[in-house]
């Protein structure tokens, strides 16, 4: 019997947690540690920002989920890995052997100074998001012409803005304002150069102000200086740059996801080695989970991992309006109505395979 840890229950291993039988798991000892026993589908942060859907909308019982097919949950943070001595030190001074290892605790992200950070939110770690998003509600909930800045210019950063933006429209905030700070010289620039236009002006025509070519590097006393001149004046600013791997990661995963023979790495944490631009995205982290079931399996059962191959194209969803979202597959796209019903149709799916934990 050899002993499986995995470390963090983002959606990597939420897909490992739902693949792996009750008589696989049985056959071995599988150990799930997080700080957390509850996870968070950033898939419908969105929603929940737009007001159309509740925090217990979007919670997965990761815990309980993960007991009820027999793994051992404990509930620590972990604060290094010994690789040689295959060992896992946990926050309160455990220390958990290992015979394989998965690690998929979600990136860092990068910390811009702040004069102002009790008004500055970060999309993630999406639980310190979630008591911080609660709140900005209260305290907006009296502001005077209540305006909101966005900072980064990927996919995320589209959602949170037109959420800010729908959210702002149901309450009649008059006079209300809504910025998208971006410094490249366009939105999503994993995108052709037309759909990132159309992304824009599907923006635009919310009322959402976009500035692109912008870097933010300080924030002040709610206040941002634009280095192409002027002030912009906020009451509350989201940062949805990309994350920075872990501390915990030792080093880049190879293409079967590989840290070493007995360690793999998934989800917006892990770097891959020859694809530097890879999206940080919950589409390419179930990806990632679902092949790392296989690999898991294959080492338990003394074969080789296979490589993971990234599809060339990734089916995306982006919320663009109240009643519109924007579908994105390869250099295909269309927005409407019908996008967001089958955007609303996945989340519902997914959602639904943690039924039994909730």
């Known amino acids: 019997m050899k002993t499986v840890v995995l470390i963090g229950s983002g959606h990597a291993h939420l897909e490992v947690l739902k693949a792996l039988t009750n008589e696989e798991i049985a056959k071995n000892k599988f150990i799930l540690i997080s700080p957390s026993r509850q996870t968070y589908y950033s898939g419908l942060i969105p929603r929940l920002i737009a007001g159309e859907i509740e925090d217990r909308n979007l919670t997965i019982n990761s815990a309980d989920f993960a007991e009820s097919k027999g793994f051992k949950f404990i509930q620590d943070e972990v604060l290094s890995v010994d690789q040689i001595n295959k060992m896992v030190t946990l926050k309160s001074g455990e220390k958990i052997d290992f015979d394989l290892l998965s690690i998929n605790v979600g990136g860092t992200p990068t910390k811009i100074p702040s004069d102002a950070p009790f008004n500055t939110i970060y999309l993630r770690p999406f639980d310190e998001f979630m008591s911080k998003w609660r709140e ?109 791997p872990s501390e915990i990661f030792p080093g880049k995963v190879d293409s079967r996801l590989r840290l070493s023979s007995i360690m793999f790495a998934a989800g917006d944490g892990a770097e891959m080695a020859g694809y530097p631009n890879l999206p940080r995205s919950g589409v390419i982290a179930v990806h990632q989970g679902r092949h790392l079931v296989h690999s898991i399996r294959n080492v338990l059962n003394g074969l080789e991992p296979t490589v993971f191959k990234i599809k060339t194209k990734q089916l995306n969803i982006l919320i663009t309006g109240e009643n519109s979202a924007r579908l994105v597959w390869g250099n295909f796209s269309f927005e409407g109505k019908w996008a967001l019903r089958l955007k609303n149709w996945i989340d519902q799916r997914y959602m639904s395979g943690f039924e039994t934990a909730l």
């Open 136 to 244: 900005v509600q209260r305290i907006c909930s009296a502001c005077i012409k209540p305006r909101f800045v966005v900072v980064g210019g990927g996919a995320g950063a589209v959602e949170v803005a037109a959420a800010l933006r729908i959210r702002l429209n149901k309450n009649q905030a008059k006079g209300s304002e809504v910025h998208l700070i971006s410094k490249g010289p366009k939105l999503c620039e994993s995108y052709s150069d037309k759909i990132s236009e159309q992304i824009k002006q599907s923006l635009l025509k919310s009322g959402i102000k976009i500035h692109l070519g912008e870097s933010v590097n300080q924030i002040y006393q709610k206040t941002l200086k634009l280095s192409h001149g002027g002030n912009l004046k906020f009451d509350s600013i989201f940062i949805v740059t990309p994350t920075q």
